[in-house]
T-cell receptor, first 114, second 118 residues
């Protein structure tokens, strides 16, 4: 069935370093891949997304890359700051036009040490 | 624009009872999806409503149901509550436009309803 694997489950970096979180999806027909940041006790917040017809997208310190052949996509955060500490979820949208179903990865707890 | 809102924010129920949760999407958004978040299972898709019709459903028992009104507001209902239903229930709204606009797929979450079943 549909599945999204996410690694690592926890990631600790020093302030200023880069962080990379990787996801693999199973359904080759998936066409949209968002990333969410969830701080403790708060709602998931959409931080960046990419469609299947694009290989890379950047927004200031964050970027997402997509490899459709390998069914991999990754989140890259550069110059990390303590406020980047949170749980990050990747997701894949189901195939077809008539669905907004998102399959989520299991999350990565990112800790940025000052 | 106001964000997605959910009521109530917290709820404590007893096994066997039923509960109704409400979600008001961002103005202009036509799609509302519901997700269950638990420490063990993560974020799991429950169902999606678009133009008052359920157009996708996750792998949850029939005790979980929902509906959408003409103003796009949505409710979900859980009947015969079980201890395992304790979770954070999140709804997410989306434009879901067929125009192909870049933001058509973006989903924005509400703050969630924390349900505790005792």
């Amino acid at each position: 069935g549909e599945n999204v694997e996410q690694h690592p489950s926890t990631l600790s970096v020093q302030e200023g370093d880069s962080a990379v979180i990787k996801c693999t999806y199973s359904d080759s027909a998936s066409n949209y891949f968002p990333w969410y940041k969830q701080e403790l006790g708060k709602r998931p917040q959409l931080i960046i997304d990419i469609r299947s017809n694009v290989g890379e997208k950047k927004d200031q310190r964050i970027a997402v890359t997509l490899n459709k052949t390998a069914k991999h996509f990754s989140l890259h955060i550069t110059e990390t700051q303590p406020e980047d500490s949170a749980v990050y979820f990747c997701a894949a949208r189901g195939p077809g036009g008539a669905t907004n179903k998102l399959i989520f990865g299991t999350g990565t707890l990112l800790a940025v040490q000052p | 624009k106001a964000g997605v809102t959910q009521t109530p924010r917290y709820l404590i129920k007893t096994r066997g009872q039923q509960v109704t949760l409400s979600c008001s999407p961002i103005s202009g958004h036509r799609s509302v999806s519901w997700y269950q978040q638990t420490p063990g299972q993560g974020l799991q898709f429950l169902f999606e409503y678009f133009s008052e019709t359920q157009r996708n459903k996750g792998n949850f028992p029939g005790r979980f149901s929902g509906r959408q009104f003409s103003n796009s507001r949505s409710e979900m209902n859980v009947s015969t509550l079980e201890l395992g239903d304790s979770a954070l229930y999140l709804c997410a709204s989306s434009l879901a436009s067929t125009s192909g606009r870049a933001n058509s797929y973006e989903q924005y979450f509400g703050p969630g309803t924390r349900l505790t079943v005792t």
